[in-house]
């Protein structure tokens, strides 16, 4: 599914509207004409006027635009347009507080590539605003702990539209943390059995001289920013199956 096929953003367009312009036939802004079921003047007057906005900032890449126009359990419509364009990512700390814990590595993978920062060495703010420099960022449970995190501990401000998994798992019924979300799915982590407070221990032993211990730390980062791809991938699909396919 492509944001083209959205009209939800549109005033007084809510999910019943949008679900029977899809039923008879306007399943893209191209096949709108003004006339739809539920569809009075005033409100063919919204949906051309968001049309008209929305193709403009697609022209412009203003993603900003559809984070702010797309009701934020539905901006996972927007990522078939800026697939090439998405930065994962993913960090591991010290504890839970942002005011009393550090960041020790950040994980982002985009355009097919990982890059791993780590604290006291490449972890810096200007290399996270370059990584997080994208059409779109995903996370995990982000919003809640990745972003303030980066947001409180650097001079970097997360500014692109951020979908987070944790959401749209639980709009599927997918519940727990990643890794069993992951199990459930059948997302693999080649035996990969670390988990957040073994990655707490692993980074002290880097710390006492175990560069070992880092390696690993940075494996299991990495494992869990790459698998944000796979799970969204899959996530999509239900959701496209399910949302947009019958009415079609």
Request: glycine share 8%; charged share 30%.
């Amino acid at each position: 599914m492509r944001v083209e096929n959205s009209f939800i953003p549109a005033p007084g367009v809510g999910e019943t509207t949008e679900r029977r312009l899809w039923a008879n036939g306007v399943t893209h802004w191209d096949d709108f004409d003004g006339s739809g079921p539920g569809v009075g003047d005033a409100t063919a007057e919204n949906i051309y006027s968001f049309i008209a906005d929305a193709r403009t900032a697609l022209d412009d890449g203003d993603t900003a635009f559809f984070g702010q126009a797309l009701p934020n359990n539905e901006l996972w419509r927007l990522y078939e347009n800026v697939a090439d364009d998405v930065a994962f990512f993913d960090i591991e700390t010290t504890g839970l507080d942002k005011r009393s814990s550090v960041v020790t590595t950040v994980s982002v993978h985009r355009g097919g590539e990982t890059t791993t920062l780590v604290r006291g060495d490449d972890l810096t703010s200007e290399n996270l605003a370059d990584l997080l420099d994208a059409s779109m960022v995903v996370s995990f449970n982000g919003k809640r702990f990745d972003q303030p995190f980066v947001e409180h501990n650097f001079d970097c401000s997360v500014d692109a539209p951020h979908l987070d998994l944790m959401y749209l798992c639980k709009r599927l019924d997918l519940s727990g943390g990643l890794k069993q979300i992951e199990t459930d799915l059948g997302i693999d982590r080649d035996g990969m059995d670390v988990d957040g407070r073994e990655a707490v221990r692993l980074w002290h032993r880097y710390e006492d001289g175990d560069e070992a211990a880092l390696d690993r730390l940075v494996e299991y980062n990495r494992y869990d920013t790459q698998n944000l791809q796979t799970l969204l991938d899959t996530v999509t699909g239900r959701l496209h199956e399910e949302l947009f396919e019958p009415h079609v």
